[in-house]
C-alpha cells in the first residue's frame, strides 16, 4: 500500500536554534545538531516508485524503501541494432544497419531506451569494474522542472517532495559513474534550482560546487513586454565535481566586439623596443584618412564608420595596438621595479623579461598589453574575445527549432551550449559523456561531432522518433546545423541501440506470488541481486574447486567497502527451478564463511539464497547474516 505522509520542506543545519551573537566555545554544536546544510522533505528516507506510461509520464507515485528492488536492480540491455558510417564509392557516409550484437564490440556508443533510474542501476554495474579512467568524464541532464508535468498533480508539499525524492535518487547513481575529475551539469529554470543547489551539497559535498551559470533564453516580447512577470527569460546551470581537487579549470573565451581601451599604436613595432614611436590610434586614423583630428573624422565619415576602421586597422595590426594598464602596490617584485623605472624614463619603452620567459612592457608606469593577445580562433575564425563569466547571453535559443532536423518544442537545447559545457568540462576526444533525460538527443548529437564516446537514455518514444533519426543524421553527415560548422563535422561515428530488459523479479498475475525471472539467467539474476543491494561485483574466485564444480553452479560474489577500508562481503548463490542441488550445507556455509573471512578487508558476510540452508541458527556467527529471497525481497514489497 502507498504511504500517506504530510509535512513540508525545511532546511536544517547547525545550531538552527540559536544566534549567532550567542556562539561561545561551549555552545558552538550539541549533539542534537546536524551536519549542515541538509534539505528535508516529506519520505526523503524512502525511494520513489511510480508506474510509467509509453510516453515517459509518470502515473501513481508511491514511496517505497530505498532498498526495494524496483528501484535498485540492473535491468538487461536488450539489442535492438548497431549503426555504423561507412564510406561508398562516392567518398560520402551511409549507415550500415547491424542487426547482430556480436559483430558491434568495437562499438562503444549507447542510445538506451527505458527508466533512467533503471538504466543507470545496469550503467553502474558495468562501469563499477572498471578503472576511473575508463569513467564518465562529463554528465549533462536537463529534467522534468516542475513535477507538474511529470506527475499527477498532489498538494505542493507532496508535489516538491516527489521531485526531489526523483532527482535524489537518480543523482547518486550518476556520482559514482562519474571518473575523479568528472562532472555533473544540471539545468532548471528558477523553480527549484536552489532546492537542488543544497541537495547537491548534501550528495556531492559542498567543496565540490564549481560554478552557477546563468544563460539568456529569450528577450520578453508580446505579452511580456507589458506584463514581464514570471520573468522567465533565463535558466541556470549547475556545476559540480566528483572531486574539485582533480578538476582542472581552463580558461576559456568568447566572441566580444572591439574594444577602445586599446587605443594606442606603435608606429615602428619592427623596430628595437628603444627606438618605439607610440600615437594614439584614433588620431592615426583619422590622419590616415586627411582629417585633422578625431572630432572631424567622425563627423564627416559618421561614428560608426569610423569605429570600423578602428577596429579593423586593429584586427590587421593586433601586434602593435595596445593599452596601457596600471601596475598595482600588490603585483610581483619585478613588475613593481618595471613600473617605478618606466615612471622614472619617461616616453620610453622599458622591457622584463620574466623568471618564466615571458616579456613584458612598460611605457610611462603602466603595462603594455597588446590587442593580440585578445585575438583568438574560435571555430576556425580569428576574432576580437573575451574571458568567459558565468552570465551567458551569447548562444541564441531563437532558431534552434530546425536543429539536429528534429521539432522538440518545450525543452530543446542549443548544441553550442552543449559543446561549451563539454569544453568547460575538459571533454576530449575519447571521453564518455552521459545524458539520462536525453530528450530531442540533443547531448549525444553533440558528442558524436566532438568524437566523445557517449550514453543517452531517453524513456519517451521521441528515443525512436527523435533521438534516433537525429544521430542517424549526424553520421551520415545530414545534419548541417548546430556546430557541424564550429567542428568541421563531416560524418562518420557508430553507436548501438538498446531497450532496458525486464525485471529480475516475476509476480504471477492469478496468484501474485512472486518469483525470480529465471528466462534472463541465473548468473544475472545473482549479479543484479548484489548490486540492489549496492555491492560492487567482484570477478574473483576464492572457494575450493571441491565445492563450486563449473561456471553455472558458481555464486556471485559482491562487497561493500567502508570509511574504513573494511568490507562487507555479499555471496549470491541461486537456484532454479529446474536444478536439483536446493540445500546448502553446513559444511558448504563454514567454507564459504572461513574462505571470506580470510580476506584481509573482510568485515562481515552476507549470504543470499533461495536455497534451504542446512545450519543451526544458535552457531551462525555474529558477522555472517543468511537472507532468504525471494520471500525478503517480496516481504519488503508488501510493506
Same mark, same amino acid.
Given at each position: 500500500m502507498a504511504k500517506k505522509y504530510k509535512g513540508s520542506l525545511t532546511l536544517e543545519w547547525f545550531n538552527k536554534q540559536k544566534a549567532i551573537i550567542n556562539l561561545?566555545?561551549?555552545?558552538?554544536?550539541?549533539?542534537?545538531?546536524?551536519?549542515?546544510?541538509?534539505?528535508?522533505?516529506?519520505?526523503?528516507?524512502?525511494? $520513489?516508485?511510480?508506474? $510509467?506510461?509509453?510516453?515517459?509520464? %509518470?502515473?501513481?507515485?508511491?514511496?517505497?524503501?530505498?532498498? !526495494?528492488?524496483?528501484?535498485?536492480?540492473a535491468r538487461p540491455l536488450i539489442f535492438q541494432n548497431g549503426y555504423k558510417a561507412i564510406k561508398n564509392d562516392s567518398d560520402e557516409y551511409e549507415v550500415k544497419i547491424i542487426s547482430s550484437e556480436q559483430e558491434t564490440n568495437d562499438i562503444e556508443n549507447m542510445l538506451i531506451k527505458g527508466d533512467n533510474l533503471l538504466a543507470l542501476n545496469t550503467l553502474k554495474k558495468h562501469f563499477d569494474n572498471l578503472p576511473d579512467s575508463e569513467k564518465i568524464k562529463c554528465i549533462y541532464i536537463d529534467p522534468p522542472y516542475n513535477t507538474g508535468k511529470a506527475f499527477t498533480h498532489?498538494?505542493?508539499?507532496?508535489?516538491?517532495?516527489?521531485? $526531489?525524492?526523483?532527482?535524489?535518487?537518480?543523482?547518486?547513481?550518476?556520482?559514482?559513474?562519474?571518473?575523479?575529475?568528472?562532472?555533473?551539469?544540471?539545468?532548471?529554470?528558477?523553480?527549484? &534550482?536552489?532546492?537542488?543547489?543544497?541537495?547537491?551539497? !548534501?550528495?556531492?559535498?559542498?567543496?565540490?560546487?564549481?560554478?552557477?551559470?546563468?544563460?539568456?533564453? /529569450?528577450?520578453?516580447?508580446?505579452?511580456?513586454?507589458?506584463?514581464?512577470?514570471?520573468?522567465?527569460?533565463?535558466?541556470?546551470?549547475?556545476?559540480?565535481?566528483?572531486?574539485?581537487?582533480?578538476?582542472?579549470?581552463?580558461?576559456?573565451?568568447?566572441?566580444?566586439?572591439?574594444?577602445? %581601451?586599446?587605443?594606442?599604436?606603435?608606429?615602428?613595432?619592427?623596430?628595437?623596443?628603444?627606438?618605439w614611436e607610440v600615437v594614439g590610434l584614433n588620431q592615426f586614423i583619422a590622419e590616415e584618412q586627411g582629417f585633422e583630428n578625431t572630432r572631424k573624422a567622425k563627423k564627416e565619415l559618421g561614428a560608426v564608420v569610423f569605429n570600423t576602421l578602428v577596429s579593423e586597422f586593429a584586427m590587421k595590426? /593586433?601586434?602593435?595596438?595596445?593599452?596601457?594598464?596600471?601596475?598595482?602596490?600588490?603585483?610581483?617584485?619585478?613588475?613593481?621595479?618595471?613600473?617605478?623605472?618606466?615612471?622614472?624614463?619617461?616616453?620610453?619603452?622599458?622591457?622584463?623579461?620574466?623568471?618564466? %620567459?615571458?616579456?613584458?612592457?612598460?611605457?610611462?608606469?603602466?603595462?603594455?598589453?597588446?590587442?593580440?593577445?585578445? &585575438?583568438?580562433? &574560435?571555430?576556425?575564425?580569428?576574432?576580437?574575445?573575451?574571458? $568567459?563569466?558565468?552570465?551567458?547571453?551569447?548562444?541564441?535559443?531563437?532558431? &534552434?527549432?530546425?536543429?539536429?532536423?528534429?521539432?522538440?518544442?518545450?525543452?530543446?537545447?542549443p548544441e553550442r551550449l552543449i559543446k561549451r559545457l563539454f569544453d568547460i568540462a575538459n571533454v576530449s576526444s575519447g571521453d564518455y559523456v552521459l545524458d539520462s533525460f536525453s530528450g530531442s538527443g540533443t547531448t549525444v548529437a553533440v558528442a558524436n561531432k566532438m568524437n566523445a564516446k557517449y550514453i543517452g537514455v531517453e524513456i519517451g518514444d521521441h528515443c525512436d522518433t527523435l533521438i534516433l533519426p537525429r544521430l542517424l543524421d549526424v553520421l551520415s553527415n545530414k545534419d548541417l546545423g548546430g556546430i557541424t560548422s564550429d567542428v568541421n563535422w563531416q560524418g562518420g561515428g557508430s553507436f548501438k541501440y538498446y531497450h532496458l530488459g525486464e525485471s529480475i523479479i516475476s509476480i504471477d498475475e492469478e496468484t501474485k506470488k512472486g518469483e525470480f525471472n529465471w528466462s534472463? %539467467?541465473?548468473?544475472?539474476?545473482?549479479?543484479?541481486?548484489?548490486?540492489?543491494?549496492?555491492?560492487?561485483?567482484?570477478?574473483?574466485?576464492?572457494?575450493?574447486?571441491?565445492?563450486?564444480?563449473?561456471?553455472?553452479?558458481?555464486?556471485?560474489v559482491g562487497k561493500i567497502v567502508g570509511s574504513s577500508n573494511k568490507a562487507v562481503y555479499g555471496l549470491a548463490f541461486l537456484a532454479t527451478p529446474q536444478e536439483s542441488n536446493l540445500t546448502i550445507t553446513n559444511e558448504e556455509v563454514k567454507t564459504i564463511y572461513s574462505t571470506l573471512k580470510k580476506q584481509s578487508d573482510f568485515q562481515s558476510l552476507v549470504i543470499y539464497s533461495n536455497k534451504g540452508i542446512d545450519i543451526a541458527q544458535d552457531t551462525i556467527p555474529e558477522d555472517l547474516a543468511i537472507i532468504k529471497v525471494p520471500h525478503a525481497i517480496f516481504s519488503e514489497l508488501e510493506r
Open positions: 561561545n566555545e561551549d555552545s558552538i554544536k550539541s549533539a542534537n545538531d546536524i551536519p549542515a546544510p541538509h534539505i528535508n522533505w516529506v519520505n526523503k528516507e524512502d525511494a $520513489l516508485f511510480y508506474e $510509467l506510461t509509453k510516453d515517459g509520464v %509518470g502515473n501513481s507515485p508511491f514511496w517505497v524503501n530505498r532498498d !526495494d528492488i524496483r528501484v535498485k536492480e498532489y498538494d505542493d508539499n507532496l508535489e516538491v517532495s516527489t521531485w $526531489l525524492t526523483l532527482m535524489r535518487d537518480r543523482i547518486k547513481v550518476l556520482r559514482e559513474l562519474l571518473k575523479n575529475d568528472g562532472i555533473l551539469y544540471i539545468q532548471l529554470d528558477e523553480k527549484f &534550482i536552489f532546492h537542488l543547489k543544497v541537495m547537491l551539497d !548534501d550528495v556531492f559535498g559542498k567543496e565540490n560546487y564549481v560554478n552557477f551559470f546563468t544563460v539568456k533564453t /529569450s528577450d520578453p516580447s508580446g505579452f511580456k513586454t507589458v506584463n514581464p512577470s514570471p520573468y522567465d527569460s533565463a535558466e541556470y546551470v549547475l556545476m559540480y565535481a566528483k572531486s574539485k581537487s582533480e578538476y582542472n579549470y581552463e580558461t576559456l573565451y568568447v566572441p566580444s566586439e572591439h574594444d577602445f %581601451g586599446y587605443n594606442k599604436y606603435i608606429k615602428n613595432i619592427e623596430d628595437e623596443y628603444t627606438n595590426n /593586433s601586434k602593435s595596438v595596445y593599452q596601457g594598464t596600471a601596475i598595482g602596490n600588490d603585483a610581483g617584485s619585478d613588475m613593481i621595479k618595471l613600473r617605478n623605472d618606466s615612471k622614472e624614463d619617461r616616453d620610453k619603452f622599458i622591457k622584463l623579461i620574466r623568471d618564466n %620567459g615571458k616579456t613584458e612592457y612598460a611605457y610611462n608606469g603602466r603595462q603594455v598589453y597588446f590587442y593580440s593577445n585578445k &585575438i583568438k580562433n &574560435i571555430n576556425g575564425v580569428d576574432t576580437p574575445t573575451k574571458q $568567459l563569466t558565468n552570465i551567458w547571453s551569447d548562444i541564441p535559443y531563437n532558431g &534552434i527549432s530546425g536543429e539536429g532536423n528534429v521539432n522538440f518544442t518545450e525543452s530543446k537545447k534472463l %539467467g541465473k548468473q544475472f539474476i545473482q549479479e543484479s541481486l548484489l548490486q540492489s543491494y549496492d555491492f560492487v561485483v567482484q570477478d574473483i574466485n576464492v572457494f575450493p574447486a571441491q565445492i563450486f564444480q563449473d561456471e553455472e553452479n558458481k555464486p556471485t
